[in-house]
């Protein structure tokens, strides 16, 4: 069994910077893809950012490029989520996903077949 647990959430006021962690354990996989979805309030989980796990190449929601970065450690089996410059309106609950299979695309919650608990996020203004 897969555990994914996500560490690094908290309250930032606007323009600080947190870094979340995602770590990875149990069964081992070779992963196709790791990736981060938050969901505020009333709405619906989104995308946020997307590591390929051979090729490196990585993939940001227009909402949070420039200012997030997603990484990874393979030795730890651990993907990391550097965010700066935030807002209010990132606000949310953070999830970590990760994949085995390529499903061709990689912003949908379907693509993706373990996910974590969930940390929070709290930007205030």
């Known amino acids: 069994q897969v555990q994914l647990v996500e560490s690094g959430g908290g309250l930032v006021q606007a323009g600080g910077s947190l870094r979340l962690s995602c770590a990875a354990s149990?069964?081992?996989?070779?992963?196709?893809?790791m990736a981060w979805f938050r969901q505020a309030p009333g709405k619906e989980r989104e995308f946020v950012a997307n590591?390929?796990?051979?090729?490196?190449?990585?993939y940001y929601a227009d909402s949070v490029k420039g200012r997030f970065t997603i990484s990874r450690d393979n030795a730890k089996n651990t993907v990391y989520l550097q965010m700066n410059s935030l807002k209010p309106e990132d606000t949310a609950v953070y999830y970590c996903?990760?994949?085995?299979?390529?499903?061709?695309?990689?912003?949908?919650?379907?693509?993706?077949?373990?996910w974590g608990q969930g940390t929070q996020v709290t930007v205030s203004s």
């Open positions: 996903a990760a994949r085995i299979i390529n499903t061709g695309t990689y912003r949908r919650v379907d693509d993706y077949h373990y």
């Open positions: 149990g069964r081992t996989f070779t992963w196709d893809a």
């Open positions: 590591l390929n796990w051979s090729g490196g190449s990585t």
